[in-house]
Every structure is written in C-alpha cells, then in structure tokens.
C-alpha cells in the first residue's frame, strides 16, 4: 500500500516556474514506478511524465518535453516535477500516481494522490 500526498501547486504567471513534490508512505516506495498526470475542467486526464524505480528511466508527453522534469529521492520517499516555462494551457490539477510500470496510460498506477492545482495565467 502506498499513500501519495501532492503540494507545491499555485498561481503563476506563463513563462514562470513551479517545482511539484509528491510525498509518498510505505517501505516499498522505491520499488514502485512513478507518475505525473494532470486534468483540465472538461477534459480527461492525461499522461504528463513518468520515472522507473531506479530513476534511470524517464517518460514525458510531448506536450511538456523540453520543459518539464520528472526526478525521485528514494530516501526521501519523495517524487518532483520541476515545471519550467510554463504556458496557460498547463493549467490543470496535477496528480502524483504510483505502479508498477513507467505506463502512459492512468490503468497502469495502483495509487493515486488528492492532486495539487496549477494555474498559469497569461
């Protein structure tokens, strides 16, 4: 069982920065696959970046390649998305999800977070 808690969402101007954390609990954490999804009102979920256990292994959408970095701390139990010249169509709810596999898809994670909000305005 993993429990997954987002923060660092926020207000920020486009061009700006934000750094997401996901605290994780469990002893196996480092077993685990992460993930990175977001949802905008009206719109389903999508894949934003994913990392394997090791962290050797990273995924992103096209739409955040180049801009956004997806990183782990296994001895903190912790998961980052460092966001960078960020656009107003990246606003959305931002979701920490745990698996087995660096999958594109949201069937691929076991657990999920509550999410964290992010607005960017233009």
């Known amino acids: 069982q993993v429990q997954l808690v987002e923060s660092g969402g926020g207000l920020v101007q486009a061009g700006g920065s934000l750094r997401l954390s996901c605290a994780a609990s469990?002893?196996?954490?480092?077993?685990?696959?992460m993930g990175w999804f977001r949802q905008a009102p009206g719109k389903e979920r999508e894949f934003v970046a994913a990392?394997?256990?090791?962290?050797?292994?990273?995924v992103y959408a096209d739409s955040v390649k180049g801009r956004f970095t997806i990183s782990r701390d296994n001895a903190k139990n912790m998961v980052y998305l460092q966001m960078n010249s960020l656009k107003p169509e990246d606003t959305a709810v931002y979701y920490c999800a745990a698996g087995h596999t660096t999958g594109l898809e949201d069937w691929n994670y076991d657990y999920w977070g509550q999410g964290t909000q992010v607005t960017v305005s233009s």
């Open positions: 469990g002893r196996t954490f480092s077993s685990y696959a």
């Open positions: 990392i394997n256990w090791s962290g050797g292994n990273t």
